[in-house]
């Protein structure tokens, strides 16, 4: 079924009451009886009294009211990163800019923790976007464009030019005793060809139905996410919440890599891909969880197979497959999870065989230093199939400071996909790559960065002839555009 999506645009939109006190330390003395020359003091008006107006309304989410009669079409820029207090940067109706506390949508939490589909991240990570308010509900927005040259050496290496990024938009209102929230993700990816674009010892997906891509990265759908959920308070610090999405994120895995604060820089996928996040792209998916404070268990049923080679449609499927995931935030720096899934089907060209997954990652962020901040994120995934169990990692980072982020990130694959057609044993490949950007502000909420990276790749003996060495490279330069 071919679709044409048109995208919304989203619409941008203490009183102080006077109370008498009395000062410490004095007493007044009692009146005595007038005398009959004597006037009796008159009576002052008791002070009038300012009430805040009925008009004034609370920002969904948000624990403190804002002004009575905002600019109806007055976007805030929103920069989230302390796990404290936000800042809107943009006043509102004439106001002063206030300070509010933003809660998550699945629970009793800062909306920092909150990442792709119910994932978690760090309290402490840092969010950019845009934000208004209209009646009841709170919209904000995010996303990136980038314009990538990308250079791969050796036989199996190619250059190509092309666009990559997400748009998301986040729509949301209280629901009883908890929230109703409404996302939606787009991507220019499908523009860049059903073969995508080269990247070495990458695999996986296909671009015509019969062969898989190998040393490419698939272009994701057109669509990403349109997605639901519902939570409800059944506690000081619990909720129970729903989730569904045609697409939409299993509870599987870390938070997908253009989420991830330690990588989302990067203008690359990680060959880790299919191994830990691939499923950030489900045409199907049901998920039923429990808040406890810092601790989330959730259960999804979902449709367990890839996105075939049709990028501008939507698919369905039985919610055949299952995930279970378990995470943690012990401190407000760091956020742990676990996942278990089984797949049914889930490779096109390979029919019939099933997956069972694991995953496990530990995410961190923090400020520094004034001004300087660092991310990280460590992580395992493992396949199994046909009685083989391939596992790969991957650890990334990212610096900020000012206008310039650092980023970097090493991987290792156990990849049984980079020769088509024969029964190899599994090859162990890695690659480290290295990169900067740096953003130039060019509107109020747009950013234009520039940047480049560079990576160095290592296959084994078998596979060097294919790779004209053992050391193959790549690179890429990219200009950005950032809604910010």
């Known amino acids: 079924m071919k679709i044409l999506l048109l995208s919304t645009a989203l619409a941008w939109a203490v009183p102080l009451s006077a109370q008498s006190m009395d000062m410490p330390g004095m007493k007044m003395p009692a009146p005595t009886k ?36 905002p600019a109806p079409h007055a976007p805030m820029s929103v920069r989230m ?12 109706g004439g106001q002063s800019a206030h300070q509010a506390m933003i809660n998550g949508a699945l629970g009793p939490y800062t909306i920092e923790r909150e990442s ?33 040259y990308d250079r791969q050496s050796g036989p199996r290496g ?77 506690g000081p610090k619990s ?9 939409g994120e299993p509870a599987f895995g ?27 792209i489900s045409f199907g998916v049901v998920t039923a969880g429990m808040v406890r404070d810092r601790v989330k268990l959730e259960f999804s049923r979902f449709n367990g197979r890839e996105p075939d080679q049709h990028r501008w449609d939507i698919e369905t499927g039985p919610l055949d497959s299952t995930a279970v995931r378990l995470s943690w935030n012990p401190t407000r720096t760091l956020a742990l999870q676990g996942s278990w899934g089984y797949f049914r089907d889930p490779e096109q060209l390979e029919p019939g065989v099933d997956q069972k997954r694991l995953s496990a990652s530990v995410m961190w962020a923090d400020e520094i230093a004034p001004g300087w901040k660092a991310a990280g994120t460590l992580a395992w995934g493992r396949k199994s199939s046909l009685g083989h ?70 296959v084994p003996e078998a596979l060097a002839p294919l790779y004209g060495g053992h050391n193959p490279t790549g690179a890429m330069g990219f200009l ?5």
């Open 389 to 458: 169990d391939d596992d790969a990692f991957a650890a990334e980072a990212s610096l900020k400071h000012k206008h310039w982020t650092l980023f970097g990130r090493a991987e290792d694959t156990r990849n049984r996909e980079l020769i088509e057609g024969q029964d190899e044993p599994a090859y162990n490949v890695g690659k480290v790559s290295l990169g900067a950007v740096r953003d130039f502000r060019i509107a109020d909420h747009l950013a234009l960065g520039a940047g480049g990276l560079f990576s160095l790749n290592f």
């Open 158 to 234: 190619e250059d190509k030019a092309f666009a990559s990024g997400m748009l998301m938009g986040i729509a949301r209102r209280p629901l009883g005793d908890g929230t109703l929230q409404f996302k939606a993700m787009i991507s220019p990816d499908p523009l860049m060809g059903p073969s995508g674009y080269p990247l070495l010892l990458s695999s996986g997906e296909t671009a015509n139905g019969r062969d898989r891509l190998i040393d490419r990265q698939h272009p994701h759908d057109f669509v990403m996410e349109l997605s639901a959920s519902a939570s409800q308070n059944i």
């Open 116 to 148: 792709s589909g119910t994932a978690w991240q760090p309290d402490s990570s840092e969010h950019t976007g845009i934000m208004t308010t209209s009646g009841d509900w709170m919209l904000m927005a995010h996303g990136h464009v980038n314009f990538v």
């Open 239 to 247: 909720t129970l919440f729903l989730y569904g999405g045609l697409p």
């Open 480 to 484: 950005r555009i950032k809604l910010n």
């Open 81 to 92: 990163g302390s796990g404290q207090m936000t800042q809107m940067n943009t006043p509102m």
């Open 34 to 69: 007038p005398t009959s020359k004597a006037k009796p003091a008159k009576k002052k008006a008791p002070p009038e009294k300012h009430e805040a107006p009925a008009s004034a309304q609370a920002m969904p989410g948000v624990n403190m009211p804002m002004p009575a009669h």
């Open 254 to 280: 870390p938070p997908a890599f253009m989420h991830r604060e330690s990588i989302m820089d990067s203008s690359d996928a990680p060959i880790t891909h299919h191994w830990l996040d691939s499923t950030h």
